[in-house]
């Protein structure tokens, strides 16, 4: 098992800056895919960004240029650098695991979740 805890949202001004953190604990995850994804209100969860075990990384072309997953294995985090943040980016961004460490575009292909911390930017 593994568990996720997200930290690092906050009410923000468009255009400030964020960076968020997923602490994971139970087991490694240097070999997992890891993702973030975020939901809005009234809105269906999405896909930000994914991050597999070699270093691969995939975003939104929403968020393309102005976010950035990385993760640090040896303290087994996950993180995700946001700039130029606008109102669109407000929402719940959630830490994913995929234990088959192939990253996915899609929600249910990742087998652990973190609760959530709430990103909300000002216009």
């Known amino acids: 098992q593994v568990q996720l805890v997200e930290s690092g949202g906050g009410l923000v001004r468009t255009g400030d800056s964020l960076r968020l953190s997923c602490a994971a604990s139970?087991?490694?995850?240097?070999?997992?895919?890891m993702a973030w994804f975020r939901q809005a209100a009234g809105k269906e969860r999405e896909f930000v960004a994914t991050?597999?075990?070699?270093?691969?990384?995939f975003y939104a072309d929403s968020v393309k240029g102005r976010f950035t997953i990385s993760r640090d294995n040896a303290k087994n985090m996950v993180y995700l650098q946001m700039i130029s943040l606008k109102p669109d980016d407000t929402g719940v961004y959630y830490c994913?695991?995929?234990?088959?460490?192939?990253?996915?575009?899609?929600?249910?292909?990742?087998?652990?979740w973190g609760q959530g911390t709430q990103v909300t930017v000002s216009s």
């Open positions: 139970g087991r490694s995850i240097s070999d997992y895919a």
């Open positions: 994913a695991a995929d234990y088959s460490g192939r990253p996915s575009l899609s929600a249910r292909r990742y087998d652990y």
């Open positions: 991050l597999n075990s070699a270093g691969s990384t």
